[in-house]
């Protein structure tokens, strides 16, 4: 059960599974090839959420506060097939904020400015609330 829409990577021109020879695929602590399948992932988060999946690659568009779009094209993601625990109650999946190869502030660092902020929102917008972000 997921509150929000399921991603469907059929409907995308610009998804594609990450090679079992990627740097990033053997960068996942847990991950298995087989055949045609790509790199199929495991991956367990500190609040014991799991998700098991393929990694992937799709153009992500970041927009900013005045509107104008940024593309990043062969952005890795997990495209979770089985996903469970509070992590995903809420919302479509969970963001890697690391260092790793695979956070999101690692991906994006090639392409955004050295400074890096975000906002985080309820999941339904008619509520105003403002969502506390802790660290340490």
Do not use: H, W
């Amino acid at each position: 059960k997921q509150p929000t829409p399921i991603y469907d990577p059929a409907r995308s021109s610009t998804y594609s599974k990450v090679s079992c020879k990627s740097l990033l695929c053997n960068a996942l602590p847990d991950f298995e090839c087989k055949s045609a399948a790509g790199c199929e992932y495991q991956y367990t988060y500190g609040d014991f959420s799991i998700t098991v999946g393929i990694l992937s690659y799709e153009t992500l568009t970041l927009t900013s506060k005045s509107g104008a779009e940024q593309l990043i094209p062969n952005f890795a993601f997990g495209c979770g097939q089985n996903n469970e625990g509070n992590g995903f109650d809420q919302g479509a999946g969970i963001v890697g904020l690391g260092r790793g190869p695979l956070s999101l502030i690692s991906q994006l660092s090639a392409s955004m400015p050295k400074k890096f902020s975000y906002c985080l929102m309820t999941i339904d917008d008619s509520q105003s609330k403002t969502s506390p972000l802790m660290f340490g």
